[in-house]
């Protein structure tokens, strides 16, 4: 399985599909809130995120903070209807679609649906002391 993370980092880099659907399969089963950011190498304002969107991951540590390139996961951007970058998607309970979608390099307006998402998930938890994911990639 091809994945990423660099170390100190809580944004998970998903390189492969296998690696895909392991990781979604375990926050799945771990009932794990997740936020993914698809971008690509050649996209600035994706670029312009990165920073700040590991601030959010530091910031909210039960939730799983994914970060997809379109162009190695051509099939998970278009199952998930990606057309444009960045696209931050949410997914909680079924995670074959998005329960919110942010397209565009607006940092407050993730900052806000992150943290909205972040109380929702904390209210639907039925234990408050409930595991954070803990796939091993």
Same mark, same amino acid.
């Given at each position: 399985?091809?994945? $990423?993370?660099?170390?100190?980092?809580?944004?998970?880099?998903?390189?492969?599909?296998?690696?895909?659907?392991?990781?979604?399969?375990?926050?799945?089963?771990?009932?794990?809130?997740?936020?993914?950011?698809?971008?690509?190498?050649?996209?600035? %304002?994706?670029?312009?995120?990165?920073?700040?969107?590991?601030?959010?991951?530091?910031?909210?540590?039960?939730?799983?903070?994914?970060?997809?390139?379109?162009?190695?996961?051509?099939?998970?951007?278009?199952?998930?209807?990606?057309?444009?970058? %960045?696209?931050?998607?949410?997914?909680?309970?079924?995670?074959? $679609?998005?329960?919110?979608?942010?397209?565009?390099?607006?940092?407050?307006?993730?900052?806000?649906?992150?943290?909205?998402?972040? $109380?929702?998930?904390?209210?639907?938890?039925?234990?408050?002391?409930?595991?954070?994911?803990?796939?091993?990639?």
């Amino acid at each position: 399985m091809e994945s $990423q993370q660099v170390k100190g980092s809580r944004v998970l880099a998903v390189e492969s599909a296998k690696t895909w659907e392991f990781v979604i399969g375990q926050a799945q089963i771990q009932a794990c809130p997740v936020v993914i950011h698809f971008t690509a190498d050649w996209c600035a %304002p994706s670029k312009f995120m990165e920073g700040f969107f590991e601030e959010l991951a530091l910031k909210y540590p039960d939730i799983l903070f994914l970060s997809v390139d379109v162009d190695e996961l051509k099939s998970v951007a278009e199952k998930l209807d990606v057309k444009a970058m %960045p696209t931050f998607l949410f997914m909680k309970e079924d995670y074959n $679609q998005a329960t919110d979608k942010i397209v565009g390099a607006n940092a407050e307006e993730l900052h806000k649906r992150v943290a909205h998402f972040a $109380q929702m998930s904390r209210q639907g938890s039925h234990d408050a002391t409930s595991p954070k994911f803990s796939g091993v990639v």
